[in-house]
């Protein structure tokens, strides 16, 4: 017997504009059923996993123990990077080595860790 990934659950303030937020960082809507106020709210990949994003009381405390890690399907990483922060990420360790290796550990509005990697070309492009 095996299981596969339904959703991935990430608490939240504020569901909805989580779920908005990282509606934004994707490209992909929220279900169209969601609004705000709600709470929970759902962002669905092309794959058929779901994003989940549900209310709690509490704020984050600690560091992730699970975090999604983002590959840019145009342009650079670096380019990423910057693209996040007008729409507001921040840094929160930033991996990138002279030799245009490494990632950027960044914090949603929320402060839920997640990576920005190098795209798929620029991988290529140093192997």
């Known amino acids: 017997m095996t299981s596969t990934v339904h959703n991935v659950t990430v608490d939240a303030r504020n569901a909805y504009e989580q779920a908005s937020w990282w509606s934004r960082v994707l490209g ?3 279900h169209p059923d969601d609004n705000p106020g709600d709470p929970e709210c759902l962002v669905t990949l092309p794959s058929g996993i779901q994003y989940l994003f549900i209310e709690v009381p509490e704020p984050k405390t600690v560091k992730n123990r699970v975090h999604i890690c983002l590959q840019p399907t145009d342009g650079t990483r670096d380019e990423e990077v910057e693209r996040l922060l007008g729409i507001g990420a921040t840094i929160y360790e930033d991996h990138r080595r002279p030799d245009g290796t ?3 550990t960044m914090h ?3 402060g839920n860790e997640f990576c920005v990697e190098r795209s798929a ?3 290529a492009a140093t192997s």
């Open 108 to 110: 949603d509005p929320e």
């Open 102 to 104: 490494g990632w950027v």
């Open 121 to 123: 070309a620029e991988r």
């Open 28 to 30: 992909l809507p929220i």
